[in-house]
Structures are given as structure tokens and as C-alpha cells.
């Protein structure tokens, strides 16, 4: 006679039925963590949410959930529509489940593009409380109307580059909430950044904006320098984007702030070490290519690397061959869903 909690293990690989498949569908959900941000932004958000096949054949049966995070600029499709080497995340799955025996589980992607065109996953007077968002509303929203696993054992949370660094954050944060976390290329682990003539000419156009209309034409990196603003140092006092920038134009030459610039520390790096007893808590990975455009992720990899095995947190780490973005699909289907597979219950 099996003993009951084989028979558990062996009833969560069970094979899926030949041509069986999950279902994806976008919903909106409410989010009063983002009401009366300063920018104006919804207080309500979309999400795509993937239901594996084996989740309306068996009613009784609870999934883990894993709570995936887009990059700047993105959206909650990212993972959907072929962005990243034609990557469907409902097709991966399902070929994942069925043919390398992963466990079933569902998967959710919030939107989270704002004003600035992204939130960093954190909270902030001018854009809102993200990350209260997600550990609240949208877990709260998935538990209430999904057969979840309704536990941190279940939850898992991971996220590309924005979304890396945001799942860092909340996990280290909320390990009440989540018990493993895998970051994809997370971006911004510090904000120190080299000063080179493209960095600087990046600083300039941003601090030359003053209107909203200006914003979507000012570029990436500038936009990004003011999502990161929202989160590090609001200003409630100044609109029109209500928040303070470390650098100030002074004629031609750019200066740093210092009172400013000391606002932005509060990166996973920084933060590690005044939360390691939750960073025990949690099942750590992260990854980067060695070739990744944005500069600082490969060498802040290794530092934070580094800085887990000082602190005696257990973890995975690993740079590989490739891009900020060229390998992702391959990364999520043969390592992160396995990961999540393996460590939630």
C-alpha cells in the first residue's frame, strides 16, 4: 500500500492526457494599493493568467502559483506575444508539463507599465504602492478565485531585468508571502553606474524635461531614470513627475546631488544584509549573460553572489553566454519553471 505522501508526489506529475492544453485570458483586477497616485494612473490592472490543462478536469485539486514580472516598458503580454524568442508562455508550459514532467502550476503576469513606463515593483506616493499591489491585491485576487496553493509554499515569484529586480525586493521582503524567488537579468541592483559620455547625455535629456508631453520622446534610459526617481526620491512638492533627480544642470555641466543621490540606495544589495533572516527563508536564484548591454547587471550578479555567500544564504547563481535578452525563453523553459517545479509545494 503507498504511503499517502507518495501517493501525493505521484498524483502531482500525473501524465496529461494526450492533446490536453492550458488556457491563458487577460483579466482586470482591482488595485486600491495604487489609488490616488500622483501620476493618475489606473486603480486597476490587467493580468494574463495561465491555467495548466490539468485545471478544469480536476476540481479538488490546488496549483501553486507563479507570480512572473515583466521588464520596463513592457506589459503583462511580454511573455505571451513572442518577445522573447517567440516565446508563449501558455505553449512552454504545456510542452514542459507534458513532456519534461514539470509540475502543474499556474502562471500570472501583471501589467505593470505606468506613466514612467514601469514601477520597479515598489511603492511610491507618485505611482502608487507596487509591491503592496502584488503581495496584497493580486495574491489576494488569485486566492480568492483560483484553486491556489494558499500558502508561501506555493507561491513563487520571478521576473526579467525590472522585473528581477523586483522580485528580489518583494521576495526578500514578503517571505511570509513567497518561499522561492529567480531573477532573470535583474537590472539596477545599484545605482552606481559609470559616467561615460552615453550615460550622461542620458542624465541631461532627462533633467531637461518640464512637461508631461515631453516624457514618451525622451528615450528609454531617461524614462527610466524617473521610474527609478518615483520609487528612490519622491518629491510630492514638485510636479509635473513629482520627484527629485540626482544629478542638476548647472550651464553646460552636470552635478551630482548628493542629498539626492544618498536616497538611492535602497537596492536589493543594499538591502540584503538588514533582511538576511528572510533571505534564509526563501529558495534563491538569479542569472545574467555575460554579454548584457546594460553593463552593470553581469558585475552586480557577481556581487550579489558574493554578498549571499558572506551572509550564509544559500542560493543559486549563474552567468552564462548570451544577452540582456537573447536567451530568455530558453532560461525560463529549462530553468526557472523547473526551479519553481521543484521547490513549491
Not at 507599465?113 to 496584497?136: A, L, M
Not at 558585475?299 to 543559486?316: A, I, Y
Request: with cysteine; hydrophobic share 40%; charged share 25%.
Amino acid at each position: 500500500m503507498l504511503k499517502p505522501l507518495l501517493l501525493r508526489v505521484i498524483c502531482a506529475f500525473t501524465a496529461v492526457p494526450a492533446g490536453a492544453q492550458g488556457v491563458t485570458h487577460v483579466e482586470v483586477v482591482p488595485a486600491p494599493s495604487l489609488r490616488d497616485n500622483l501620476m493618475g494612473d489606473p486603480d486597476e490592472r490587467q493580468i494574463t493568467v495561465y491555467l495548466p490543462p490539468g485545471y478544469d478536469r480536476e476540481s479538488r485539486r490546488r496549483y501553486p502559483v507563479v507570480y512572473l514580472l515583466h521588464g520596463f516598458a513592457a506589459d503583462h503580454r511580454a511573455f505571451m506575444r513572442g518577445a522573447y524568442q517567440n516565446l508563449n508562455i501558455r505553449i512552454s508550459m504545456d510542452s514542459l508539463i507534458r513532456f519534461k514532467g514539470i509540475r502543474e502550476m499556474i502562471v500570472v503576469t501583471p501589467s505593470a507599465r505606468n506613466f514612467f513606463d514601469g514601477s520597479f515593483y515598489s511603492n511610491s506616493p507618485v505611482t502608487g504602492n507596487w509591491e503592496d499591489f502584488i503581495v496584497r491585491d493580486l495574491v489576494s485576487y488569485m486566492d480568492r478565485k483560483y484553486r491556489t496553493v494558499r500558502s508561501r509554499r506555493g507561491r513563487g515569484i520571478a521576473g526579467h531585468s525590472m522585473g528581477g529586480f523586483g522580485a528580489l525586493r518583494i521576495a526578500m521582503r514578503n517571505p511570509d508571502v513567497f518561499s522561492a524567488v529567480y531573477a532573470l537579468s535583474p537590472c539596477c541592483l545599484s545605482t552606481t553606474e559609470n559616467r561615460d559620455r552615453s550615460t550622461m547625455q542620458a542624465w541631461r535629456t532627462a533633467l531637461g524635461l518640464s512637461e508631461r508631453s515631453e516624457f514618451a520622446k525622451a528615450g528609454f534610459t531617461p524614462n527610466r531614470y524617473y521610474a527609478e526617481a518615483a520609487m528612490y526620491s519622491p518629491n510630492k512638492s514638485k510636479p509635473p513627475f513629482f520627484v527629485d533627480l540626482p544629478f542638476t544642470l548647472a550651464g553646460d555641466s552636470i552635478a551630482l546631488d548628493s542629498a539626492v543621490a544618498i536616497r538611492w540606495s535602497a537596492t536589493p544589495l543594499t538591502l540584503a544584509p538588514a533582511y538576511v533572516a528572510g533571505l534564509r527563508r526563501l529558495t534563491i536564484a538569479f542569472d545574467a549573460g555575460t554579454e548584457d548591454g546594460i553593463r552593470d547587471i553581469p558585475p552586480n550578479v557577481r556581487r550579489l553572489d558574493s554578498l549571499l555567500t558572506k551572509l550564509g544564504v544559500p542560493h543559486l547563481s549563474e552567468l552564462y553566454p548570451g544577452t540582456h535578452g537573447s536567451r530568455i525563453r530558453e532560461r525560463i523553459e529549462k530553468k526557472v519553471m523547473p526551479f519553481f517545479s521543484e521547490n513549491l509545494k
